[in-house]
């Protein structure tokens, strides 16, 4: 046996009775524990990603309570808001998605909209995430 190489039968990273022979020079480490690692590692971001993604579903019940500002304009039928002079639209059982996009342009400034950019810019992106839940689950016939 060489002494620069190391002859692992079994150790902690290997099934019990494994009998398989790994050679490695002195100094370094099984490769065994280092693919467990990098297992451990790809299973985290992946389970993370997935929680990543609930957390931005938002959370419906939560965004009843943060969505009751919303109806004071857009749950009233044939409401006109002052400033600008037009119709408020229903958002109830609007796409999720487009609520997102449309709080988060009105928190950029890209819709313009004094009272909506006041209300957005008030809100987290947990709070957006929330509210597009909560009003993309009341039922179609409501947004009309």
Known sequence: MNQTDWFYTCGPWMPAGAGTVHSHRAGTQPTMPILRLAASLALSIIASTVFAQDATKGNAEAGKIKAYSCTGCHGVPGYKNVYPHYHVPKIGGQNHEYLVAALKEYQAGTRTHPTMQAQASSFSDQDVAD???????LRQESAQ
């Open 131 to 137: 509210i597009a839940a909560y009003l993309s689950s």
